[in-house]
């Protein structure tokens, strides 16, 4: 077997393993047992640029590392990725800010990451670049004489062409992106979109669709486990004799939290009898803190949940809990098992692992509803989820009062089916699927 070469803006920690974000939960599962170069940015800055990379051994894995400067830390990850591209592939143009300069910087890492690379590549290793920080890299690649089978996976959605048509200098990175050889989005739709964008710039529309998932038995094991640990004893004993609904997503706009806070405030309103009945968890740490749109959201949700707080409570009962910092995954996996109702309205999501996580977290005996955005990749596969347009906050009301209040066979059924769903596309079957795809693309380049 080839080696693998794993290209992600980050590169996970040494030795952390709490790590909030699905993209390093997902690629845990493609590395186990095979020769691996994971490449990426170290997470640190630097006043000067480093060219070579801290390379470090761990078994059957090398982790090769880069430093960004200041500068394109600013340009490349703050502005061109995070401030620019990540709404736009979110589909909300309307939080874009594009600079010039920021796109420049974007390039420049792009072939800072390729010039660091192509030195440490062997002829036959397979290559496979993650997600829209680095859509021009496979073609900086092969600029620097690099041969061998590029893949790339897109995490995030990709957005209607309409959309795509706001980003200054579109059509040269739709150059780029067509010259992968293997093109993996997470659902038909984004395949849709892609190989439109593709056509018109006159590319192959070769974008695939690999959906991603999760271990569900591992999730599943964590959770059964958890349950007898402290923090979800602690919880229990909280809640007394309420149900537990459960929100848990990076602090992102794309996860749609405002919403989903009135929703809940909506079901207080609207069905007295949960009043002190129920109480909402929901956990979401901090990311990209420093990008202007996320402080600006973190700003909205605590006036929010102020707000929504002082009009319910009583003197025993907070209505919605709310903590900013991360949880440990076996602890969020125990949350998940002790609540009623998992809660996932996502506005816009590639996939949403968090969904099928609160699934493969469940009692199959006495499982949880889930109640799931519509715009989230993972509800073109849960067909047993109570799906709801996530925009309107009476339609996530009258889901959770159906959560609430579902017979626990009906429950049992549902669940059923999204237990098969997770079951059938796994994390591991997602990475054996791509590599197994980008293996057997003509290797025309490779000539
Ligand atoms: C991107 C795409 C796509 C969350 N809070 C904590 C914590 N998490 C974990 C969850 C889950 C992961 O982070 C989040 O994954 P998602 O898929 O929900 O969302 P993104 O981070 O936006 O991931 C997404 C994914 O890539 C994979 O392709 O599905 O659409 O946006 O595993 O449990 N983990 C810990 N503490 C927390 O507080 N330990």
């Known amino acids: 077997m080839s080696r693998l070469v794993i290209v992600s803006n ?78 736009l592939l979110h589909h909300r143009v309307g939080l874009s800010e594009f600079s010039r300069a920021d796109l420049i910087a974007y390039r420049r890492v792009n072939r800072a990451f390729a010039a660091g690379l192509a ?11 993650q997600d829209y920080h680095l859509f021009p890299l496979g073609a900086a690649l092969r600029e620097a004489g690099v041969r061998g089978r590029i893949g790339f996976f897109l995490h995030v959605p990709f957005p209607p062409r309409a959309l795509w048509e706001a980003l200054p200098d579109g059509d040269a990175l739709v150059r780029d992106i067509g010259t992968y050889d293997v093109l993996g989005v997470q659902t038909d739709e984004d395949a849709r979109h892609l190989n439109e964008v593709l056509s018109v710039n006159g590319q192959v529309p070769r974008a695939r669709v690999f959906p991603i998932g999760i271990d569900p038995e591992a999730f599943a094991t ?72 996320y402080r600006s959201l973190r700003r909205e949700l605590d006036e929010l949940v102020g707000r929504i ?59 949880g509803a889930l109640v799931l955005s519509r715009f989230a990749g993972a509800a073109n596969e849960m067909d047993g989820a109570i799906v709801i347009n996530p925009h309107d906050p009476d339609a996530t009301a009258e889901a959770l009062h159906m959560a609430l209040t579902i017979a626990a066979d009906e429950r049992r059924a549902r669940w059923g089916r999204m237990w098969r769903a997770v079951n059938h596309y796994t994390a591991a079957g997602w990475a054996r699927s791509f590599l197994a795809a980008l293996e057997a693309s003509p290797a025309s380049r490779a000539a």
């Not at 030195?119 to 290793?125: S, T």
């Not at 999501?349 to 493969?360: F, H, R």
């Open 222 to 293: 964590a959770a059964r486990k958890a349950v007898a640990g402290t923090e979800v004893q602690r919880l229990c004993q909280s809640l007394g004799e309420r149900a537990l609904i459960v929100g848990i997503d990076r602090l992102d706009y794309s996860k749609g939290l405002p919403q989903r806070f009135r929703g809940f405030a909506q079901l207080l309103r609207r069905y007295p009898e949960h009043h002190n009945r129920v109480t909402f968890l929901q956990i979401a740490p901090v990311s990209r803190g420093d990008v202007a749109q």
């Open 309 to 367: 707080n002082s009009e319910h409570a009583e003197f025993d009962w907070t209505p919605l809990r709310y903590l900013t910092r991360a949880v440990r995954r076996e602890v969020l996996a125990g949350f998940c098992r002790v609540a009623r109702v998992g809660l996932v309205t996502p506005l816009r999501d590639g996939m949403n692992l968090v969904a099928k996580e609160y699934v493969a977290a469940q009692d199959p005996e006495d499982p």
């Open 10 to 87: 980050r590169v996970p920690p040494r030795e952390r393993t709490s790590l909030a974000g699905g993209l390093v939960i997902a690629l845990r599962e493609a590395i186990a047992g095979r020769d691996t170069l994971w490449f990426g940015w170290s997470g640190a800055t630097s006043a000067t640029p480093g060219k070579e990379p801290h390379l470090h051994r761990a078994g059957r894995l090398t982790l090769a590392t880069l430093d960004l400067t200041t500068e394109d830390y600013a340009g490349y990850y703050r502005g061109f990725s995070n401030g620019m591209l990540w709404p």
């Open 119 to 129: 030195p440490l590549l062997r002829p036959d290793d397979t290559i496979w670049v």
